[in-house]
Structure formats: C-alpha cells, structure tokens
C-alpha cells in the first residue's frame, strides 16, 4: 500500500519559516521524482518544485530564492523548506511522487501565514 504523509504545516507569521515533509512508504522512492504542490481556496492546485532522481531542481518563479525542495532517499521523504513566507503562501501543501505512469498524492497540510 502507497502512502505519502505530509507534515510540518500550521500557523506562522509573515516573514517566517516552515519545514515540510512528506514520508513514503509502499515505492521504490529513489525511482521517483516528487514534487510540491499546493491549492488556496478557490484556486487550482499549482506546482512549486520537483526533484529528479538524481536532485535536480526545479522552481516556480513565485518561491525561488525562498522554497528549497531536497530529498533523503535514505529516509524515503522529501523536504519543503519555505523562507520568508508570505500571506499568498496560504494554501494546502501537497506531496506528489511520479514515475512513468504513477502517481501518487499524501493528504495535504494546511500552512496558514498571517499576523
């Protein structure tokens, strides 16, 4: 059985700091490339980053600089650390692991940033 749980989210101010992560279970995680995405009420789910099998990154224009997404294939969970978080970062944050035809989603976490 697949699972991918999300934790790490909650409550913090502008300008602060999160660390998310996501554990696997149930893959091979070293043969997928995961990914962050995250959905505000109202909006459709958006990617954030991805990181290849072999650590390559990718970012959207709106986290570079302040989101680094990193992996522990040793620990079979990838990281989100957010930096100088903004109240539009408000959202549910999901992981997503992909290889070829497979796709799998956690839960989600909900990160609220405001005053």
């Known amino acids: 059985q697949v699972q991918l749980v999300e934790s790490g989210g909650g409550l913090v101010q502008p300008g602060g700091s999160l660390r998310l992560s996501c554990a696997t279970s149930?893959?091979?995680?070293?043969?997928?490339?995961m990914a962050w995405y995250r959905q505000a009420p109202g909006k459709q789910r958006e990617l954030i980053a991805s990181?290849?099998?072999?650590?390559?990154?990718t970012y959207a224009d709106f986290v570079k600089g302040r989101f680094t997404i990193s992996r522990d294939n040793t620990k079979n969970t990838v990281y989100l650390q957010m930096n100088i978080l903004k109240p539009e970062d408000t959202a549910v944050y999901y992981c997503?692991?992909?290889?070829?035809?497979?796709?799998?989603w956690g839960q989600g976490t909900q990160v609220t940033v405001s005053s």
């Open positions: 149930g893959i091979i995680f070293s043969f997928y490339a």
């Open positions: 990181i290849t099998i072999t650590a390559d990154t």
């Open positions: 997503n692991a992909h290889f070829t035809t497979q796709d799998y």
